[in-house]
């Protein structure tokens, strides 16, 4: 059966987007077998093998324990299928064929883009280096340099911290963050906005009592 990019977005679970779909079908290299006119202007939409789609679209769900989540999973992707070669110590990434596989955004971060999708090149150094990357954490340059990506400048941390260090200020520990945020004065009721000094009573109750 053959689908278009749309169309397996549409049917594929653990879901993915169209533009993940693309990325998907340029890693696996599945080529189109044919064109389909869908009666709109432009040009008409590529077809695909369905059954490769989702062979590849498995294989790939199956390498992470976030699948589809983020863009992490195109980083072990490319890895896994020998498609990208990491050297994590220079901090360094190259294609096949020899060239290098990162290109220099305006942030000056650095990018490994697949089709429409990328991801950053500080991520798939560390998931080369260490593996996959848990949810909620995020890679921090120490130095602050966005382009350096050698693994011994590369740290994971938490959203919180890694803000915290983006402006020059100490990481916070669990116990710190807990009583910052119990001093926040509580959401009007009325606001409907959630208000966490509940939880967090309760759950720096529980890391004090030791639980």
């Known amino acids: 059966m053959l689908m278009t990019f749309t169309e397996a977005a549409e049917i594929l679970e653990p879901p993915v987007t169209r533009c ?27 077809e695909f093998d369905g059954d490769a789609i989702r062979q590849a679209h498995a294989e790939e769900a199956g390498r992470t324990l976030k699948q589809f989540a983020d863009n992490d999973w195109i980083a072990s992707a490319l ?5 990208l070669r990491a050297d994590p110590r220079a901090g360094a990434l190259w294609w096949r064929d020899g060239s290098r596989a990162e290109t220099l955004r305006s942030d000056l971060y650095g990018e ?13 150094v560390w998931i ?21 990506n050698r693994r011994a400048n590369l740290e994971l941390v938490s959203f919180g911290n890694n803000i915290r260090h983006a402006h020059g200020k100490p990481y916070l520990t669990y116990h710190q963050a807990i009583h910052e945020l119990v001093q926040l004065p509580p959401a009007p009721p009325e606001t409907g ?4 000094q509940p939880f967090v009573r309760a759950t720096g109750s529980k890391c004090r009592a030791g639980n």
């Open 20 to 46: 993940q779909v693309r990325a998907l079908v340029a890693i696996a290299g599945i080529e189109s077998c044919s064109r389909r006119r869908t009666g709109r202007s432009g040009r008409p939409a590529l």
């Open 79 to 83: 890895l896994a299928r020998g498609l």
């Open 112 to 124: 490994v883009r697949i089709g429409p999708q990328a991801v950053g090149a500080h991520r798939v």
């Open 128 to 148: 080369a280096a260490d593996g996959e990357i848990p949810p909620a954490m995020q890679i921090n340059h120490r130095n602050r340099l966005r382009w350096d």
């Open 193 to 196: 906005v959630f208000s966490a």
